[in-house]
């Protein structure tokens, strides 16, 4: 039996591979049982039969399989006749962007306005671009993302709220690294960096902020940011954010410099009061 059965014969909601928010070698599914996110952010590898949510990270399979409502017994059958799905994964072969980009249209400086920000400042720090009316992404916020200067991926932000998926990033046939290996803002570190989750949060933080792209993180981020001697984690205030906060506070510990976990007072750090993000830099020494 394979894992798209169980997931029919339960009601499950899943994507597969050919819609763009479904990389080759994953499903995913509709409902996190865990932070109960129904964003589509929950991935089930088919190869090695493994469940993470990039929003509160990895979790057993068994123990999801059980969560999202499944019968024990058809778990047990699944488990023990799984068979690993053959996946043509597609490979990085260099930066390719997405149609439709060009200059902030007003929709894109009106949400930028919204959230506190000036878009003639955004636009030339990080060199942010819009993609109107397009075949895929429209009405999104172009972010490439930038490693020793030169553009190595990127992601998109959407202008509103009401979307399933707020952030849409480059699949692996889109960039040339990973983004999810790379520190979104990392150029303009030196001696310390403020750990954060997405863009919008870097934005508000300013020059020193590093964004995950999410709350899950992976070895390759964390090996980069044991490169700083002060590291500063600032995720959202909630109670599941906090909790991934001090457990990359933790896997940063043993390594030489200061590891802390910043809290704030606002619901993240992109919407935090300009005293607020005076208060975090002072802490981090970025001013």
Not at 41 to 69: E, I, P, S, Y
Not at 111 to 120: A, E, Q, T, V
Not at 139 to 145: E, G, L, T
Request: charged share 25%; proline share 4%; with cysteine.
């Amino acid at each position: 039996m394979k894992i798209q059965d169980l997931f029919q014969q339960a009601g499950i909601g899943f994507l597969e591979s050919g819609h763009h928010h479904c990389r080759p070698g994953w499903l995913q599914v509709k409902t996190c049982p865990w932070c109960h996110s129904d964003n589509y952010h929950l991935g089930f590898n088919l190869q090695a039969h493994f469940f993470v949510c990039w929003r509160c990270r990895g979790h057993r399979t068994l123990d999801t399989l059980a969560k999202l409502g499944i019968e024990e017994s058809k778990i047990r059958d699944f488990w023990a006749g799984r068979e690993v799905q053959e996946v043509a994964v597609k490979k990085r072969t260099g930066l390719v962007e997405p149609e439709g980009r060009g200059r902030l249209l007003r929709i894109h400086r009106d949400y930028l306005r919204s959230r506190g920000f000036d878009p003639k400042t955004l636009q030339r720090l990080w060199n942010l671009e819009g993609i109107g009316l397009a075949a895929r992404l429209s009405w999104r916020i172009y972010i490439p993302i930038i490693l020793a200067g030169q553009r190595v991926s990127w992601t998109t932000r959407a202008v509103g709220e009401r979307v399933a998926r707020r952030y849409i990033s480059a699949g692996a046939e889109e960039e040339a690294l990973n983004h999810k290996g790379l520190l979104y803002g990392s150029d303009y570190c030196r001696h310390a960096a403020v750990v954060v989750e997405g863009p919008v949060d870097a934005w508000r933080i300013g020059p020193g902020a590093v964004a995950l792209c999410g709350t899950a993180f992976t070895g390759s981020q964390v090996r980069k940011l044991i490169q700083f001697p002060y590291r500063f984690i600032c995720f959202d205030n909630s109670p599941e954010a906090q909790a991934l906060a001090r457990d990359l506070a933790r896997q940063l510990a043993p390594f030489p410099g200061t590891t802390e976990v910043l809290e704030i007072d606002a619901a993240d750090p992109g919407s935090a009061s300009e005293k607020e993000v005076r208060l975090i830099r002072r802490t981090a020494k970025l001013i």
